[in-house]
């Protein structure tokens, strides 16, 4: 099986480049493609095929056709995206409707980060003990997994000086920088079978659905 990953950013990709082959092995292959931000989905799908930034969601509609044809019988596509404060339910119906125009459909699973990739990350605390041993516990134990908190922010607290307060301070580029050395600190430590994240735990399930 061949999977095909779509993230919002280079800090997700950084992430998913190391999680997914814990996950599936060595017997399948696997791509990661990020974007520059999560984007929207475009008002009319008959616009989507002449975008040419670099957004997930404006693009999306474009590329699920584009796989429905190249990775029919031997490819899936997931796509992987922050849910931020979008409604769960409302959001999932938006992305089905841009499958649902496809003719082929390509293999596809959306697996939802609620509310952060960051929380992911949270739900492994002794990776990120690991990772950054003087972490504030005090911040990691209030945690509420998968909770609508600012994921980031709570991580941010934990691990950065001077906290979430701080790394804003720096501006959007710093901040995404930061995210980045996160996912390369963080994720070589964690441990998929034992994440406390529900949204984690089902794009753990989906990813197994076809190993």
């Known amino acids: 099986m061949h999977f095909e990953i779509l993230v919002e950013d280079r800090s997700g990709k950084i992430a998913l480049d190391i999680?997914?082959?814990?996950?599936?092995?060595?017997?399948?292959?696997?791509?990661?493609?990020?974007?520059?931000?999560i984007g929207h989905i475009p008002r009319s799908m008959a616009s989507a095929k002449n975008i040419s930034n670099r957004m997930l969601l404006n693009n999306l509609p474009k590329l699920l056709k584009a796989y429905g044809k190249s990775l029919?019988?031997?490819?899936?596509?997931?796509?992987?995206?922050d849910l931020d404060d979008k409604c769960l339910k409302n959001f999932r119906v938006e992305l089905l409707s841009i499958l649902d125009n496809c003719n082929p459909r390509p293999e596809t699973r959306f697996c939802?980060?609620?509310e952060e990739a960051e929380a992911w990350f949270l739900g492994d605390i002794t990776a990120i003990k690991q990772a950054y041993p003087k972490a504030r516990d005090t911040v990691l134990n209030a945690y509420v997994n998968d909770s609508i908190?600012?994921?980031?922010?709570?991580?941010?607290?934990?691990?950065?000086r001077g906290g979430a307060q701080a790394l804003t301070k720096l501006g959007g580029r710093a901040e995404g920088a930061e995210k980045s050395v996160w996912a390369e600190n963080i994720t070589?430590?964690?441990?998929?079978?034992?994440n406390l994240s529900l949204s984690f735990n089902y794009f753990l399930r989906k990813l197994r659905e076809f190993v």
């Open 149 to 160: 908190c600012g994921a980031w922010e709570q991580l941010a607290d934990a691990v950065y």
């Open 188 to 194: 070589p430590y964690m441990d998929v079978d034992n």
């Open 112 to 114: 939802i980060a609620v």
């Open 72 to 81: 029919q019988d031997y490819g899936v596509v997931f796509v992987v995206c």
């Open 19 to 37: 999680l997914i082959p814990k996950i599936i092995g060595d017997t399948h292959t696997f791509r990661v493609t990020s974007f520059k931000g």
